[in-house]
C-alpha cells in the first residue's frame, strides 16, 4: 500500500553532519505531513522535527538550531539536515507520515524501517 524508504544514516564524529533524506510511495491521495522520529536505548521514541505540507514546521527543543526539517511536496519527499551533532544524538531515527489514501477520508499513520544514527569518536 504505502512505504517509506530512508537513507542517509551512519557514523559520524562529534561535531559532524548528516543529511537523512525519506520518499514515500504507494497508492497515496495526499501527504498532510511528514516526520522524524528517534529513539534510543533505554528511552521512549520522540520526535525530532515535522513538516506540514503547507510548509509549517516545529523541532524538539534539543535539537532547535541544529537541525532541519525540509521537504518536496512533488516528490513526496522529506529531508532532515542534522548539524553539530553529538553522541546524545545516537539512536534510530524513522521517517513518518500523515497520508490520506482518498479523497475526504481520515489520514493514516505510516513509518518507514529506521536508520541508525551514531555519533561517536
Known amino acids: 500500500q504505502v512505504q517509506l524508504v530512508e537513507s542517509g544514516g551512519g557514523l559520524v564524529q562529534p561535531g559532524g553532519s548528516l543529511r537523512l533524506s525519506c520518499v514515500a510511495s504507494?497508492?497515496?491521495?495526499?501527504?498532510?505531513?511528514m516526520a522524524w522520529y528517534r529513539q534510543a536505548p533505554g528511552k521512549q521514541r520522540e520526535l525530532v522535527a515535522r513538516?506540514?505540507?503547507?510548509?509549517?514546521?516545529n523541532y524538539a527543543d534539543s535539537v532547535k538550531g541544529r537541525f532541519t526539517i525540509s521537504g518536496d511536496n512533488a516528490k513526496n519527499m522529506v529531508y532532515l539536515q542534522m548539524n553539530s551533532l553529538e553522541p546524545e544524538d545516537t539512536a534510530v531515527y524513522y521517517c513518518?507520515?500523515?497520508?490520506?489514501?482518498?479523497?475526504?477520508?481520515?489520514?493514516?499513520?505510516?513509518w518507514g524501517q529506521g536508520t541508525q544514527v551514531t555519533v561517536s569518536s
Open positions: 513538516r506540514t505540507s503547507g510548509g509549517s514546521t
Open positions: 513518518n507520515a500523515d497520508i490520506m489514501r482518498a479523497f475526504l477520508t481520515a489520514s493514516n499513520v505510516y
Open positions: 504507494g497508492s497515496i491521495y495526499s501527504i498532510q505531513a
